[in-house]
């Protein structure tokens, strides 16, 4: 069976590289295993030296099915995030995205920038008082916020770009 080819595109602070990093290889772990599509990602660390990055992070947004938008208070920070990458996100006829609490946010206080009309993925467990962002997850609770969340993913692909 040939897999569908899936771009994604991935947004996130450079200051939180290192727990973006942690939660890209347990993403790709799930999505090298999967079934029906072939996952391929896009971040800023393929942009090559002497490339015009802006020109570069644009055309990613354009040619990718999706958009992982890794939230933390840095991202909700970041101008050249507001102004240059949301908006493909959010606007009506903008791409979809799956915004993933990297780190938490305070609802009440932070500018979402838009993301508030979305639901913003964090993992729920019994145990849990509230449902929580990667970061404030154990080790082998991050398994299951990735498991889970590939999951969600997987599914609306299945149901939005599988051929049969």
């Not at 897999?3 to 090298?32: C, D, M, R």
């Not at 030296?49 to 099915?65: N, P, S, T």
């Not at 916020?145 to 049969?164: C, G, Q, T």
Request: hydrophobic letters at 40%; charged letters at 35%; aromatic letters at 14%.
């Amino acid at each position: 069976m040939n897999k569908k080819g899936i771009n994604y595109f991935v947004s996130y602070a450079h200051s939180n590289k290192k727990a973006a990093l942690v939660f890209l290889e347990k993403f790709e772990e799930q999505t090298g295993a999967a079934k029906l599509f072939d996952y391929s990602r896009w971040d800023d660390r393929q942009l090559t030296v002497g490339e015009k990055w802006d020109k570069g992070i644009q055309e990613a947004i354009k040619k990718c099915d999706f958009g992982l938008i890794l939230v933390s208070p840095a991202l909700l920070a970041s101008q050249y995030v507001k102004n240059k990458e949301l908006p493909k996100f959010l606007s009506s006829e903008g791409k979809r995205c799956f915004p993933i609490m990297l780190a938490e946010v305070d609802f009440k206080r932070h500018d979402l920038l838009g993301l508030e009309s979305l639901q913003i993925f964090r993992l729920d467990f019994p145990k849990f008082k509230e449902p929580r962002a990667f970061t404030a997850c154990k080790e082998k609770r991050k398994e299951d916020f990735v498991r889970e969340l590939f999951a969600k993913v997987h599914d609306w692909l299945e149901e939005n770009y599988n051929e049969n």
